[in-house]
């Protein structure tokens, strides 16, 4: 913890908070469902501790800026810091200490708060359409130079317009998710410049394995999609194709896995020897709000029909499709997934997770590939191990990579310090400031 954080009512940050905010964050009462806690020892299998409790064994106060945090198996500090650290947003014990747990969820503090650690604070939310800040004039890194600013909620296509006409000065790769029809239209801004992310968001396909049970159909499925042809005419090429969770931009790329090539000889082999039934036919979940890939899809649908697959393309809202994956009512699903680079430990624990994860597969060589990663700190091992990962995946086809995209950022001419990044964009926010 830094020694010089602060509250912007001058008081320090503390392990104290820390703790406070763990220990909250635990409350049955409260029941949080964004940061699942059950890995921490001292917490139940639901992550919850007893309820009325100040602390909980997990969580040990050293001193005012030192804590210790126990988990009940092995954690890398990559996954810690990656899956945990990034979410803890500490609260103030001293302001929010006295609120029971049945009165904290509902406090007026989390749509308006009074003491704040960050540059800046809501003074007003409306989770449909915006969310209005003040600068935190006593931010311990510096004052911001901008007084106030709002984050807009608005759909895909009201980003172009919003950017042409200065309503909208930023958008941060991924979670602006512009519609890749509108890139070149963007690029051609004069009042805006414009990035391109990392590879690390992924137009993913997972396959139920429950339903499609054999590894030679799945297979087949990978080998029948031309996914360059999708990356050149639906992104104009800005991204790559892979197999698996790693991609190019993270420490553990394995430039020996070659992803799949397109062939619907082999394709057919496949679904022969797997005595394929060409009249069955299986169910597509698709997002409503992709409308590249909804495009896209129907592409797929025919190479899928030429090697014998039928399938049925269901549009849906991405509620809808997040209902389908987690109760597992889907043949194929495409959503777009963004697997950090440097830590994809918990998304595989999430999606290869066996019975209730969205693809229901297992396999015992992720396990221990798994199991690995987290008592290793060596970059070599660690790339041995999600190598081993994605050759399962690349052989076995729980999940199909149909692309990765490099995401647009823009940022307008006259904000200057501001850089848009998948990751770090605002880590900066007290520097920007308007010409």
Known sequence: ????????????????????????????????????????????????????????????????????????????????????????????????????????????????????????????????????????????????????????????????????????????PTMAATPQEDDASIEKLENVSVTYSDPVTTQSMFLNTKNIPDARVRKAILYAIDRQMLLKNLLKGKGEIVDGFVTSVSPYYDKSVQATEYSQEKAKALLKEAGWDSGKTLTYYINSGDTTFVNGSNVIKEELRQVGVNVDIRTVDLTTLMDKASSQSFDLMTVQYTYAPVDQYPDIMWLLGGPGSWTNFASDTVNEALAKTQTSTNNDELKRQYTAIDKVVQDQCPMIDLYVIRSLGAANKSLKNAHPNVYGSFTNIQDWEFE
């Open 1 to 172: 913890m830094a020694k010089d954080a602060k509250w912007s009512d001058g008081q320090p940050v503390t392990s104290d908070d820390v703790a406070f905010t763990l220990t909250r964050l635990c409350s049955p009462v409260i029941a949080n469902v964004t940061l699942q806690m059950s890995a921490f020892a001292g917490t139940g299998d639901d992550g919850f501790i007893a309820k009325g409790a100040d602390t909980f064994s997990g969580v040990k106060v050293l001193d005012d800026k030192t804590l210790t945090l126990t988990t009940k198996e092995p954690m890398s500090l990559v996954t810690f810091e990656n899956t945990y650290a990034r979410y803890i947003m500490t609260v103030p014990k001293h302001v929010l200490g006295s609120v029971s747990e049945d009165e904290l969820a509902k406090d007026p503090w989390f749509n308006k708060p009074t003491v704040v650690d960050g540059p800046y604070m809501a003074t007003a939310v409306d989770s449909d359409h915006y969310i209005s800040y003040e600068a935190n004039k006593n931010y311990w890194k510096g004052a911001p130079k901008i007084a106030k600013m709002n984050i807009k909620i608005v759909s895909a296509d009201q980003i172009l317009p919003g950017l042409k006409s200065g309503e909208i000065d930023f958008i941060q």
